[in-house]
C-alpha cells in the first residue's frame, strides 16, 4: 500500500480544454492506488494584481501568467502540506506517466531517505530534460543521489523543513523565475539537498510529446517532439 505519511498533490489546471490531462491523471492514479488531492486553486484566471504583487518580482507582472499559476499552485500546495499532519509531500504536475512498479521504487525511496536522515532534501523522480545520474556513479541498492539541482518540478518529493523554508523565502523575497528555476535558486541558497532517484520512475508528457505544453508554445508536431525525445533519452542514459 502506499504510505499513509505521504501526502500527494496533483497541480491541474481547472478548464474544459485539459479534461485529457485529469483523466489521464485519474486513471495514473486508481492505477497504482495512490490516495491524492488536487491544487486547483491558482489558476490563470485567479491571477490578479494583488497576487502578482505579492508573491511575484515586477518581472513577473510582463510575463506569461501561465507560468505565474504554475509557480503559484507549488506554493500553495507546500502551504497546504505544512498545515497538514504528514510526513512527506509528493508533488506531481498533471503530465506525468509513472513507471508501472513507481510504488515499489517510490517506497524504496523513503527508506533511504529515512536511514539518511536527511531533513532539508528534495527527491526528483522524473527524468525531465533528459537528465540522469551519470551510470560511473551508480551503485547497487543505491537509488538516491546527490545532486546540484533539481530536473524539475513535475515529480518531487518534500519534508516539511523543506516546505517551510521555501515558503519563507517566497514570502520574502517573491517569485523571480519560473518553478524549476527558482527551485534550483533558493534550494541551493538555503543548503536544502537535492537527490535524483535513479532509474527514474516518472516521465514528463510534455517534453516526451505526449500532452502539448500549456506554458511554451510547442515548436514542432507533437510526433517530432516524441522522436527527438526518444533520441536524446537513447543517448543520454547511456552516458
Same mark, same amino acid.
Given at each position: ?104 521504487? /517510490?517506497?524504496?525511496? &523513503?527508506? *533511504?531517505?529515512?536511514?539518511? $536522515?536527511?531533513?532539508?532534501? #528534495? =527527491?526528483?523522480?522524473? %527524468? ?68 535524483? /532517484?535513479?532509474?527514474? &520512475?516518472? *516521465?514528463?508528457?510534455?517534453? $516526451?510529446?505526449?500532452?502539448? #505544453? =500549456?506554458?511554451?508554445? %510547442? ?21
Amino acid at each position: 500500500m502506499f504510505p499513509s505519511n505521504v501526502l500527494v498533490y496533483v497541480l491541474h489546471v481547472d478548464e474544459s480544454k485539459y479534461q485529457s490531462r485529469k483523466s489521464h491523471i485519474q486513471q495514473t492514479m486508481r492505477l497504482h492506488n495512490i490516495p491524492f488531492k488536487w491544487m486547483l486553486k491558482g489558476d490563470i484566471k485567479d491571477i490578479d494584481n494583488h497576487i502578482l504583487s505579492q508573491f511575484f518580482s515586477p518581472a513577473f507582472t510582463t510575463s506569461s501568467t501561465a507560468v505565474a499559476s504554475c509557480c503559484y499552485k507549488h506554493y500553495l500546495v507546500w502551504q497546504a502540506f505544512l498545515h497538514s499532519d504528514y510526513q512527506y509531500c509528493l508533488v506531481f504536475e498533471d503530465d506525468v506517466f509513472l513507471a508501472p512498479d513507481f510504488v515499489k521504487k /517510490f517506497m524504496l525511496s &523513503i527508506e *533511504e531517505l529515512e536511514r539518511k $536522515a536527511l531533513r532539508k532534501v #528534495s =527527491i526528483q523522480y522524473s %527524468n525531465a530534460a533528459n537528465q540522469y545520474t551519470a551510470k560511473s556513479k551508480i551503485r547497487p541498492h543505491q537509488h538516491l543521489y546527490a545532486n546540484h539541482g533539481c530536473r524539475a518540478t513535475d515529480a518531487y518529493l518534500i519534508t516539511k523543513e523543506t516546505a517551510e523554508l521555501r515558503c519563507n523565502y517566497i514570502e520574502k523575497y517573491k517569485f523571480t523565475h519560473p518553478a524549476d528555476w527558482q527551485t534550483n535558486i533558493m534550494d541551493n541558497n538555503m543548503s536544502i539537498q537535492f537527490l535524483w /532517484f535513479e532509474p527514474t &520512475i516518472v *516521465e514528463q508528457g510534455t517534453q $516526451a510529446g505526449k500532452f502539448p #505544453s =500549456i506554458i511554451q508554445k %510547442n515548436k514542432y508536431p507533437l510526433w517530432v517532439v516524441k522522436i527527438k525525445w526518444q533520441i536524446k533519452k537513447f543517448f543520454r542514459q547511456r552516458k
